[in-house]
């Protein structure tokens, strides 16, 4: 079997990206937020509309990890303009969401993705990579400092009832 085959989405796929972001977190996060709030969040976050409107701005920058054989999603990255809460500063670039099933972690995937986003910051002529990571998400922040990255800042992120601390991590490009 071939590993998955990255490549740019668009809006055509807000329900590829729909289904692949809520089964990443519904993954991710079911052992920690309850059904209703966890529901509630991927209905607003990983609606097709809400992937529809990712694709459509300009600003944006999305990519489907899928199978070549089904063209079925395993994993996306989205990069955008931050929105965090630090001070930023031109040139800078958010890598919002990535997330791979847990199938296909640990086999270079999500580093092909980062780089891949990190490729076209560059050429968009970005010139600081920025990401918030859960906190207490030690394979993810490894593997986020392995790549280059250093904590700048921190974060309250709310799920529902749900209340994580998490880092924010960058790295100069």
């Given at each position: 079997?071939?590993?998955?085959?990255?490549?740019?989405?668009?809006?055509?796929?807000?329900?590829?990206?729909?289904?692949?972001?809520?089964?990443?977190?519904?993954?991710?996060?079911?052992?920690?937020?309850?059904?209703?709030?966890?529901?509630?969040?991927?209905?607003?976050?990983?609606?097709?509309?809400?992937?529809?409107?990712?694709?459509?701005?300009?600003?944006?920058?999305?990519?489907?990890?899928?199978?070549?054989?089904?063209?079925?999603?395993?994993?996306?990255?989205?990069?955008?303009?931050?929105?965090?809460?630090?001070?930023?500063?031109?040139?800078?670039?958010?890598?919002?969401?990535?997330?791979?099933?847990?199938?296909?972690?640990?086999?270079?995937?999500?580093?092909?993705?980062?780089?891949t986003a990190i490729g076209?910051?560059?050429?968009?002529?970005?010139?600081?990579?920025?990401?918030?990571?859960?906190?207490?998400?030690?394979?993810?922040?490894g593997f986020y400092r392995?790549?280059?990255?250093?904590?700048?800042?921190?974060?309250?992120?709310?799920?529902?009832?749900?209340?994580?601390?998490?880092?924010?991590?960058?790295?100069?490009?």
């Amino acid at each position: 079997m071939s590993g998955p085959v990255i490549r740019r989405a668009g809006p055509d796929d807000a329900a590829a990206l729909s289904m692949i972001g809520a089964a990443t977190f519904l993954e991710s996060f079911a052992h920690m937020i309850g059904v209703a709030d966890i529901v509630a969040h991927v209905g607003a976050k990983n609606s097709v509309d809400a992937w529809r409107g990712f694709a459509q701005d300009p600003d944006n920058a999305i990519w489907i990890a899928a199978l070549p054989a089904t063209a079925v999603p395993v994993g996306y990255a989205l990069l955008t303009e931050p929105d965090l809460p630090i001070e930023t500063r031109d040139g800078d670039i958010e890598l919002r969401r990535i997330y791979i099933l847990s199938k296909w972690q640990g086999g270079g995937l999500g580093r092909r993705l980062i780089e891949t986003a990190i490729g076209h910051a560059r050429a968009a002529g970005k010139r600081r990579f920025l990401i918030g990571v859960a906190g207490d998400n030690d394979s993810a922040i490894g593997f986020y400092r392995r790549m280059g990255c250093e904590q700048i800042g921190t974060r309250q992120f709310q799920v529902g009832e749900t209340l994580f601390d998490d880092l924010i991590v960058g790295m100069d490009l």
